[in-house]
């Protein structure tokens, strides 16, 4: 079986996404910033590195190269900053789209000619429902995650003949310590916790686990069908608006 990449892979979806292709049989090289101890099994290749870095996308397809050829890839990790258009500093915004976007599209340049030449495969990338509706105090994530959306539909036109699906997962809040970054910039935590919660119609947050399994689906050959697909995974939470339980 040929090889996935999936980047952010130590923690949260991305460890989750790793851990279920491992359990399917598909070899998988994983990048990340830092590993803690306990991540990944023993049968992954990890790669240490910055998704920005054209060096780490380098050892990634050659990892992925040597272990049968490359046909997925998932782009998962992501930057937050918390605050409206007007409180976040330069830098920031800079950096959330040099992690959300351009790490985006380096990764697609990397990737895509290899699983090309190998015959195509498939890319998922890790969005939002921050891709399709505005989340008040997130003006630069959501901005990015629409572009990395975009960015994703534009390989799905560009590069259907070529072999390539390229699909995108629309996660709601899911518990892992990006969205505990948020819930802890909030003035009241437990309350913004509670408020969060309650909006979900399925009244709960999701596992890093509910998302992987569908990140998963979207790799895999079952999904033929779907190309340049925004996939919601909410509970709910787009489908009505100020929903509450009766
Ligand atoms: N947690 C949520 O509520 C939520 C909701 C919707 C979408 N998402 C998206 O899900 C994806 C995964 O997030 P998560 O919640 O699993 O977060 P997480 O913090 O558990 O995992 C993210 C991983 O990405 C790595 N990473 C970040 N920047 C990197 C970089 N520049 N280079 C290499 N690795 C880097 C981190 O070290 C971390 O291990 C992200 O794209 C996020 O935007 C999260």
């Known amino acids: 079986m040929t090889a996935a990449i999936v980047t952010g892979g130590a923690s949260g979806v991305g460890r989750s996404t790793v851990e279920i292709l491992v359990g399917r049989g598909v070899p998988v090289v994983a990048v990340d910033r830092r590993w803690p101890d306990d991540s990944a099994a023993d049968d992954v290749v990890r790669i240490t590195g910055d998704v920005c870095d054209a060096g780490t996308w380098k050892e990634a397809v050659d990892a992925a190269q040597e272990r049968g050829g490359l046909s997925k890839l998932v782009i998962n990790a992501a930057r937050l900053a918390v605050g409206s258009v007007l409180d976040v500093a330069d830098d920031e915004l800079r950096q959330v789209f040099e992690v959300n976007v351009f790490a985006a599209a380096l990764a697609l340049r990397s ?3 290899v699983m090309i030449d190998q015959g195509g495969g498939a890319v998922v990338g890790v969005a939002s429902t921050d891709a399709v509706f505005a989340e008040q105090g997130l003006a630069a994530y959501c901005a990015s995650k629409g572009a990395l959306l975009q960015l994703m539909r534009c390989v799905a036109v560009d590069h259907a003949r070529q072999g390539i699906r390229a699909n995108v997962v629309c996660p709601g809040a899911i518990d892992t310590p990006f969205f505990r970054q948020h819930v802890d910039a909030a003035p009241d935590p437990e309350a913004f916790l509670r408020v969060k919660t309650e909006r979900h119609p399925s009244g709960r947050i999701l596992q890093p686990e509910d998302v992987a399994e569908v990140v998963a689906f979207l790799l895999s ?22 929903f509450k339980d009766a």
């Open 111 to 113: 990737c895509l000619p």
């Open 221 to 242: 050959d079952a999904a033929i069908g779907m190309n340049g697909t925004p996939v919601m995974i909410d509970g709910g939470l787009t489908t009505t608006f100020d």
